[in-house]
Structures are given as structure tokens and as C-alpha cells.
């Protein structure tokens, strides 16, 4: 089973950036497509972004444009660059893979507030 290990997160402006990371265990991470994910306090969680192993990339209309995610295989890692933040985007971020597996890391809390 893959482990998630996010960061980055923190408290931003609105309008400002973070980058959050996410390392993740195990020996097949450039053979799946990852996200990262994102729930509010009384909200579903939601699917942010998506890259497959080569690189091809989806993401939520909330986010199209602001947000662009990406991947070092080589580091088992995987990236959101967040600009443009606005208070709706305050909530925990996770990583994991698509679709999603029974294990969840920790999170990272972005908060976007003035």
C-alpha cells in the first residue's frame, strides 16, 4: 500500500501563491495517474487535478487556470502550484492516486484569508 506524505500548505493572502508537495512510498508511482484532493470543513471531498505518468493533466473548473499540478517520477513526488488563491479554496489538501485508494495521508491545510 502507498503511503502520502503532504506539506506545504499554510495561512495566504487572497491572491497569493503556495506550492504544496506530496512524497509518496513505494516502487510504482510513475505507473499511476495521482491527484490531489481537497475537502472543506462540512464538505465532500473534491478532486482538484489530475496528471498521468506522462504528464497529461485535468483539472476542476473552480481551479482551471490558477492551479497547475506536476510530478517528478524520478522523486516520487508529486506538485500543486496554487496562484491567484481566493478564500474558497481554504481546506485540507491531500494527494492520492485516481481513483482514489482505502489509504489517506495526513493533508496539508491551506487557508486563504485576509
Known amino acids: 500500500q502507498e503511503e502520502f506524505v503532504e506539506s506545504g500548505g499554510g495561512l495566504v493572502q487572497p491572491g497569493g501563491s503556495l506550492r504544496l508537495s506530496c512524497v509518496v512510498s513505494?516502487?510504482?508511482?510513475?505507473?499511476?495517474?495521482m491527484a490531489w484532493y481537497r475537502q472543506a470543513p462540512g464538505n465532500e471531498r473534491e478532486k482538484v487535478a489530475d496528471i498521468t505518468g506522462g504528464g497529461t493533466t485535468n483539472y476542476a473548473e473552480s481551479v482551471k487556470g490558477r492551479f497547475t499540478i506536476s510530478r517528478d517520477n524520478a522523486k516520487n513526488t508529486v506538485y500543486l502550484q496554487m496562484n491567484g488563491l481566493k478564500p474558497e479554496d481554504t481546506a485540507v489538501y491531500y494527494c492520492?492516486?485516481?481513483?482514489?485508494?482505502?489509504?489517506w495521508g495526513q493533508g496539508t491545510q491551506v487557508t486563504v484569508s485576509s
Open positions: 492520492n492516486t485516481y481513483p482514489f485508494g482505502s489509504i
Open positions: 513505494g516502487s510504482l508511482f510513475r505507473f499511476y495517474v
